[in-house]
């Protein structure tokens, strides 16, 4: 899943591809180096940035996504936790809708997953709530309280990916706890996305800026494959996909049958 950011202050590549022709520029880059999913977002959720309306939101989404769905090169994705933005980027052409507050901010955003069948990504977060000490048990928490707005609203289990929430609300300790235990995860029965990419716990192990952590992340992305990630959503396709190229042909070995 390659990363496209349509705004001015996302913490990496804010401003890079607030161009339309630039971002579709960067969406066909990405495709060309393996991804097969590209997620449109048109608001910065780092800490502290600034909201936006939702109609400037879908002013800056909408017509990449019309455009990318034109081209039929990749899924879309859209990254939204609005509800209105959600159904006009479906029609638009989304076929997947990725909120980053797991429908508890806008619950209304499962029926628009219900009603159309795109895929959803039900991400965990920590922010605005109280979190349990214990990095797994809130992932429990949080995330079984989605799925129960998701089964609500109709939401079949097969359209829906988790993803825990790397960096939200979560300290260097938190997201390299996160990443050891990550495998716990699977009780809960679920495809599971992976967004690590130039976060600030890669720069806190690597000691280097956003714009220079593609190899850190490419080491989470081994890390995390090897133990049952199956999406990996970043800004470098290309170190990305050939890092996990070497983590599938050694879970390709660990399973093949010994002798000769």
């Not at 994705?77 to 209105?84: G, L, P």
């Not at 309280?145 to 079949?156: C, N």
């Not at 199956?230 to 010994?258: G, Y």
Request: hydrophobic content about 45%; aromatic content about 6%.
């Amino acid at each position: 899943m390659g990363i496209l950011n349509i705004t001015p202050d996302s913490f990496s590549d804010g401003g890079s591809y607030e161009a339309p022709g630039r971002a579709l520029e960067q969406a066909q880059r990405m495709i060309d180096e393996g991804a097969h999913i590209i997620d449109v977002g048109g608001e910065s959720t780092r800490p502290g940035a600034a909201a936006v309306s939702a109609a400037e939101e879908q002013d800056r989404v909408l017509p990449i996504i019309a455009a990318l769905a034109r081209a039929r090169d990749a899924l879309i994705s859209v990254d939204t936790y609005r509800e209105e933005t959600a159904r006009l980027a479906v029609q638009a052409g989304a076929h997947i809708v990725n909120d980053v507050w797991g429908l508890q901010r806008e619950p209304g955003i499962a029926r628009v997953a219900a009603e159309t069948g795109a895929g959803l990504v039900i991400m965990h977060t920590g922010r605005d709530r109280d979190k349990l000490q214990d990095v797994i048990a809130d992932q429990f928490l949080f995330l079984r309280r989605s799925l129960e707005i998701a089964s609500e609203a109709g939401v079949a289990e097969g359209q829906i990916v988790l993803d825990p929430g790397f960096g939200f609300a979560k300290d260097a300790d938190e997201n390299l706890d996160l990443m050891a235990r990550f495998g716990e995860l699977e009780q809960l029965g679920y495809p599971w996305l992976a967004g690590t990419s130039r976060k600030r716990f890669v720069g806190h192990v690597t000691g280097r800026d956003a714009a220079d952590r593609d190899a850190g992340t490419a080491a989470t992305s081994v890390i995390l494959r090897m133990k049952g990630a199956h999406v990996f959503r970043v800004h470098n396709v290309a170190i990305n996909v050939d890092a996990l190229a070497f983590a599938d042909a050694m879970l390709a070995r660990q399973t093949k049958p010994s002798g000769r």
